[in-house]
């Protein structure tokens, strides 16, 4: 078999963008990049190597995560390792990224603080992208910790990005940080069992759940941001599409100029605000 055949079976098996997803495995398989799986497309595969495709496209129809069998994704055009116990990033956190990127000038220094950073994504893309930033990285799992450490040297950052251990709920760093970020737990405790598959059985409850309405982490921050802000640094948080009115609310005591901003598909996505 060669390696496009190897494609075109590998889709007829998927339900969730077959072509797109047998094309992943495949490449991760194989050890190519998309360029090469077109111009090598009639190179041969291994058995073994099949083999490893049958077995990635059998825990794909179990419901497990194509990241979490790839064990890799995209986001903001930078690659992040995946595994799992560690949040998968997804697209609309990038607006969280986007809008950092508005309020910050590319040839400012600063220094910013990621809470609950899971795979780093979010610390390690304002870094890349603002490439004098010094960024820290919280989060209370060993598992996050070490995978945003490797992700800090995939992306080349490791100068400037450092990931450490912190119960944020007990404890916070006694620094100052021009920029606080955080895509924090905030699915209400009462949810979570009734998400998809992929989520509920697949992705850590550790960073889904959010308290018994969704909304203990941002208390906590918003709490202990003016701490940690500098006059006028900026706080920005992820939130669930039907939380920006309590989160604004939350914000008000310290923080002004305070915006709710949609994802691409519309919905209340950003929270941020300016400290007091």
Do not use: W
């Not at 190897?6 to 490449?27: C, D, G, H, I, Y």
């Not at 910050?104 to 870094?127: P, Q, V, W």
């Amino acid at each position: 078999m060669v390696i496009s055949q190897l494609v075109r079976e590998t889709a007829k098996r998927l339900s969730e963008n077959p072509l797109f997803e047998a094309e992943q495995m495949v490449m991760a398989v194989c050890n190519l990049d998309r360029t090469e799986l077109v111009l090598k497309g009639r190179n041969d595969v291994s058995e073994e190597e099949i083999e490893k495709v049958n077995d990635m496209v059998l825990r794909r129809l179990k419901g497990e995560p194509l990241q979490y069998i790839i064990g890799e994704c995209e986001f903001m055009s930078l690659k992040f390792y995946t595994e799992r116990g560690v949040l998968i990033p997804r697209s609309d956190t990038e607006t969280l990224v986007e809008k950092i990127l508005d309020f910050t000038d590319e040839n400012e220094e600063y220094k910013a603080l990621d809470i609950c950073t899971g795979t780093g994504c979010i610390g390690i893309s304002i870094a890349n992208y603002r490439k004098k930033a010094e960024v820290k990285l919280l989060d209370i799992s060993d598992i996050a910790i070490n995978l945003a450490k490797r992700n800090i040297i995939l992306n080349n950052v490791n100068d400037r990005v450092f990931a450490e251990k912190e119960d944020i709920l007990k404890d916070y760093p006694k620094e100052k940080y021009d920029i606080i970020v955080s895509n924090p737990p905030y699915i209400e405790s009462d949810v979570i069992d009734t998400l998809q598959v992929e989520v509920k059985d697949y992705e850590p409850h550790l960073a889904l759940d959010g308290g018994k309405d969704g909304l203990i982490f941002y208390r906590r921050i918003v709490d202990i941001a003016p701490d940690m802000l500098n006059k006028d640094g900026i706080l920005a948080f992820e939130i669930g599409y039907n939380q920006g009115s309590k989160v604004l609310e939350i914000m008000k005591k310290s923080f002004y100029n305070i915006q709710i901003i949609k994802d691409l598909c519309g919905n209340d996505r950003v929270v941020i605000g300016i400290r007091r």
